[in-house]
């Protein structure tokens, strides 16, 4: 391996890996391997966007921490590409589902636990997310196609969405 990158473990002095690992499997968290892939201009570049974009990774909501190995960068064709196995340890499902929606890897390995067990809320709660990040792709798309008027209707029509929705829960949140 080209080397091993602990970012940051946001954890008591106190305790070990293992025991904050053990307590939060036991609270509904996931340990994963994650494997993520760059490509650049230059190995540096490379090497740096990796341990740059896993420090990220450490920062989202939900990550309890991460620890990375990156791999030698390789060049092909003139194209640096190297990958990084990424050991995450995510509060819940709806984490490892927002990571993999958010950051597109190529792999998951899911450790521990051995079986995904999800409550109606969280199970909603990830169907929420896909939904959101799928409606974000949209807008995105939908922005840089559409002339300027079409593009103003459309953010029209998300608004007045966003509402229905907000009202939806609420209502839900009643009953």
Not at 81 to 109: H, N
């Amino acid at each position: 391996m080209f080397g091993k990158y602990p970012i940051r473990e946001n954890m008591a002095k106190e305790k070990s890996v293992d025991e904050i690992t053990d307590d939060a499997i036991r609270e509904g968290g996931y340990l994963a391997n994650v494997y993520f892939d760059l490509h650049g201009s230059t190995e540096d570049a490379v090497k740096n966007l990796m341990v740059g974009f896993i420090g990220r990774l450490t920062k989202e909501q939900g990550v309890i921490y991460a620890v990375g190995e990156i791999d030698k960068p390789e060049v092909k064709d003139g194209m640096f590409s190297t990958w990084a196995s990424v050991k995450l340890l995510a509060k819940d499902f709806s984490t490892m589902v927002r990571i993999a929606l958010q950051y597109s890897p190529i792999g998951v390995e899911i450790l521990r636990p051995q079986q995904v067990d999800l409550t109606l809320g969280e199970a909603q709660s990830v169907l929420l997310d896909i939904s959101q990040t799928s409606q974000n792709f949209t807008r995105l798309i939908m922005e840089r196609t559409l002339s300027k008027d079409d593009a103003a209707q459309y953010g029209k029509k998300m608004m007045q969405r966003a509402e229905l929705g907000k009202r939806l829960l609420e209502r839900a949140g009643k009953k």
